[in-house]
């Protein structure tokens, strides 16, 4: 394992059918918009395990759902979110991750393209000094968090889900004083105008 001291903090919802992925369930139903979001799920889990660092799946509403209890292993821990908004349960998960380790990147489980390569640059940039790493999202907001240190306003007044996020996110680490690095912009598949670029990633396009 490449960062031992490092880690990886996947926010991560039960793929219960209408409860995840509820922007795609007038495109595709509420069975198939939970698969997608499975599916999702899974292929991240699959880059984040392959010798990266730890995993620390932070599960909502619990973890008690089987795919999750599934993923459970020694290096793959379960705890349960925290409630409050994005940022709340964001900021309780990092500070208590930092209490045990060097430095975390926070990643979901909505994006397609994030891959091995990019936790790697994130944990290198960190060990050489960054204070954070961004991984911008196309739609404004980001898709990797990666610190070396912790502070709530990172977290605290952010309209969450909307295009100001990476923005404001950026103006805190400045206004912090702390050093970052930036990944290339990546996708979310968040809503239906992401449906079909989806589908032609995946080789499944109608």
């Known amino acids: 394992m490449r960062f031992p001291a490092a880690r990886i903090l996947l926010f991560a919802k039960a793929p219960v059918p209408g409860q995840v992925k509820t922007r795609l369930i007038p495109s595709v139903g509420e069975q198939h918009a939970a698969e997608i979001y499975r599916t999702l799920l899974a292929r991240v889990l699959g880059e984040?395990?392959?010798?990266?660092?730890?995993?620390?799946?932070?599960?909502?509403?619990?973890?008690?759902?089987?795919?999750?209890?599934?993923?459970?292993?020694?290096s793959m821990t379960l705890y349960a979110q925290t409630t409050g908004d994005l940022g709340q349960r964001m900021a309780h998960a990092a500070r208590k991750a930092l209490a045990r380790c060097e430095m975390v990147l926070l990643i979901g489980g909505d994006c397609p393209v994030l891959k091995r390569e990019h936790l790697l640059r994130a944990l290198d940039w960190l060990s050489a000094?960054?204070?954070?790493?961004?991984?911008?999202?196309?739609?404004?907001?980001?898709?990797?968090?990666?610190?070396?240190?912790?502070?709530?306003?990172?977290?605290?007044?952010?309209?969450?889900?909307?295009?100001?996020?990476?923005?404001?996110?950026?103006?805190?680490?400045?206004?912090?004083?702390?050093?970052?690095?930036?990944?290339?912009?990546?996708?979310?598949?968040?809503?239906?105008?992401?449906?079909?670029?989806?589908?032609?990633?995946?080789?499944?396009?109608?």
């Open 48 to 74: 984040a395990t392959r010798e990266v660092a730890p995993v620390e799946i932070w599960c909502a509403p619990d973890t008690r759902h089987a795919v999750f209890q599934a993923a459970a292993n020694p």
């Open 129 to 206: 000094g960054a204070d954070a790493v961004l991984g911008p999202a196309e739609d404004g907001g980001y898709v990797l968090l990666g610190m070396r240190r912790m502070n709530g306003q990172l977290f605290c007044d952010i309209p969450w889900g909307t295009d100001q996020v990476l923005n404001i996110t950026r103006e805190r680490l400045a206004q912090l004083g702390w050093a970052w690095r930036e990944l290339e912009p990546l996708w979310d598949l968040d809503r239906e105008a992401d449906l079909q670029r989806y589908l032609r990633l995946t080789g499944t396009a109608q």
